[in-house]
């Protein structure tokens, strides 16, 4: 059964303290994994898409890289604005399913 | 702002009712994904329909059905609904029906809650 595992469940930091976020899936055939942004009550945000081993890429304060097992989103000097739920995804092949497996998110909350 | 439009905001029923969500997609978008999102389960993948066709089901229940019409709009109906049902239900649309580039954009979503 496809898997997307998401650490830690919850972060805590103070504003400039950097940090990374991980996922680790267990999706086969994956053909993409994805990084999304979630404030309470509204729809994921799309941030990033990483296809292949070793890619890597980045938005502001945020780089996404991708290995073979896992993902991580790594946060340079955050601002209490980029509080949020952060959420990882596996889009896999086979069975004509095209849906996101979605790991259950990393709540993180950067403190001024 | 995604593009990705979603009514009602909120739903508030009772058990055994039926209910119906909607959702327009991005402009020039022709599949529509519809997620469930409950406190336990987190985020989970219910069906794809692209350019009015049935695409993909992942979880969803035989009480659940969807559609998706000539305009690209998409409805989602809940029927017998049951207190397990209440849960954020998202909408998101893409450009194609599959591949590796086909990002997901999704709506702001509706709030069941089942009374």
Redesign the interface.
């Known amino acids: 059964e496809d898997q997307v595992t998401q650490s830690p469940e919850a972060l805590r930091l103070q504003e400039g303290e950097s940090s990374s976020l991980n996922c680790s899936y267990t999706v086969s055939g994956l053909r993409g994994l994805f990084w999304y942004r979630q404030d309470p009550g509204k729809g994921p945000e799309f941030l990033f898409t990483l296809y292949s081993a070793g890619e890597e890429k980045e938005k502001e304060r945020l780089k996404a890289t991708l290995t073979k097992k896992e993902s991580f989103l790594h946060i340079t000097a955050p601002k209490p604005e980029d509080s949020a739920t952060y959420l990882c995804a596996g889009l896999h092949s086979g069975g004509g399913a095209d849906g996101l497996t979605f790991g259950k998110g990393t709540h993180l909350i950067i403190q001024p | 702002d995604?593009g990705?439009t979603q009514t009602p905001k909120h739903l508030i029923t009772a058990t055994g009712q039926r209910v119906t969500l909607r959702c327009s997609p991005r402009s020039g978008d022709l599949?529509v994904?519809w997620?469930q999102q409950s406190l336990d389960q987190?985020?989970?993948?219910?069906?794809?329909y692209y350019n009015g066709e049935e695409?993909?089901?992942?979880n969803i229940l035989e009480r659940f059905s969807a559609q998706q019409f000539p305009d690209l709009h998409s409805e989602l109906n809940l029927s017998s609904l049951e207190l397990g049902d209440s849960a954020?239900y998202?909408c998101?649309s893409s450009e194609a029906?599959?591949?590796?580039?086909?990002?997901?954009?999704?709506?702001?979503?509706t709030?069941l809650t089942v009374l």
Do not use: H, T
């Not at chain 2, 695409?55 to 992942?58: D, E, I, L, S, V």
């Open positions: 995604s990705v599949s994904y997620y987190g985020l989970q993948f219910l069906i794809q695409r993909a089901k992942g954020l998202f998101a029906a599959s591949g590796a580039y086909n990002e997901q954009f999704f709506g702001p979503g709030r």
